[in-house]
């Protein structure tokens, strides 16, 4: 009998086994302050709570079950338990958002890292997820009157025109570049916090690269926020050329500002400024070592008016 029990629970086990979970975590002692408001969440320190994903996590992988931790965005879940009518303040509608977030969210695979080693990567996909769903916001409002004080430069009546024009700039950036491997941030002033946006490519000496769908897509559209705001911006460029016999990699650093819906190259002066100054001290910082601070490209002409 005993032998027939075990034979009954073994295709249970194979397909708990073959069924994958997700595990969402506060990935900021700031989203983690924000849940500490609900009567039902059970933690009220930080340090115990990761304690405690981590037993989870490890007690998953011991049963043979594949995993993938998601970060857990509080103003996210709050606004989808609003839409759907849900009770925040209820585990069954943790569970719900976390479902959710499984099969359209950014996730991470668990492997046996530690929580240290999860949350960097989370954090950092928390923040690309917030980015481009502001930057997806004011794409959406772009037909919608502004009460900022707008620079001069060219009216944008839809996110797709300004799209279009940011997907334009990348192309002739890439392309005045050259060959070597190239390592671009893009950087907009948000509503609320600056948005940013990195690339990396390698150009090979034909001319080509290859860059991700996704990574495009958000780089042009935070380009895109700010033409569509004409709020201040700049782009900056870290190229490794292609080493030479004697294998040195010597780093460029150049820049540009958005500037009347175009991307204006800076003065290496203004370059050499922007990198050995401290943001928060105005106090000069030394240059790299190896790292030469260039002008700026001259880039093609804007689409429909002078660059």
């Not at 609900?38 to 043979?64: C, I, M, N, P």
């Not at 209820?90 to 999860?118: F, H, K, W």
């Not at 025109?161 to 570049?177: I, N, Q, S, V, Y």
């Amino acid at each position: 009998m005993p032998h027939t029990r075990s034979r009954k629970r073994r295709p249970y086990r194979v397909l708990r086994t073959e069924t994958p979970g997700t595990v969402a975590v506060l990935a900021t002692e700031a989203d983690f302050a924000a849940m500490r408001g609900y009567r039902t969440f059970a933690f009220d320190d930080y340090g115990a709570y990761l304690r405690h994903v981590q037993e989870l996590l490890s007690s998953l992988a011991g049963q043979g079950l594949h995993s993938r931790v998601a970060p857990f965005d509080p103003h996210r879940f709050a606004a989808y338990c609003a839409e759907f009518g849900l009770e925040p303040d209820a585990p069954l509608s943790r569970t719900r958002y976390t479902a959710e977030i499984a099969g359209n969210g950014p996730t991470v695979p668990y492997d046996g890292q530690d929580c240290a080693e999860l949350l960097p990567p989370l954090r950092a996909r928390r923040a690309r997820d917030a980015v481009w769903n502001e930057v997806t916001r004011i794409l959406n409002d772009a037909d919608a009157p502004t009460r900022r004080t707008l620079a001069p430069g060219p009216q944008y009546k839809s996110g797709d025109a300004a799209l279009h024009t940011a997907a334009a700039a990348l192309d002739a950036l890439l392309g005045a570049l050259g060959p070597g491997t190239h390592h671009l941030v893009c950087s907009v002033d948000g509503p609320s916090a600056p948005l940013l946006a990195v690339l990396h490519t390698t150009t090979t000496a034909d001319g080509s690269w290859e860059l991700t769908e996704a990574d495009v897509l958000l780089f042009c559209s935070v380009l895109a926020a700010g033409l569509v705001t004409r709020s201040p911006g700049g782009l900056v460029v870290r190229t490794t050329p292609p080493g030479d016999l004697s294998g040195r990699t010597a780093e460029t650093v150049r820049g540009w500002c958005l500037h009347s819906g175009w991307l204006v190259p800076l003065t290496e002066a203004q370059v050499f400024s922007a990198y050995c100054t401290d943001a928060e001290t105005g106090d000069p910082v030394p240059p790299e070592t190896g790292v030469e601070y260039a002008a700026g490209i001259p880039l093609a002409p804007r689409p429909g008016g002078p660059g």
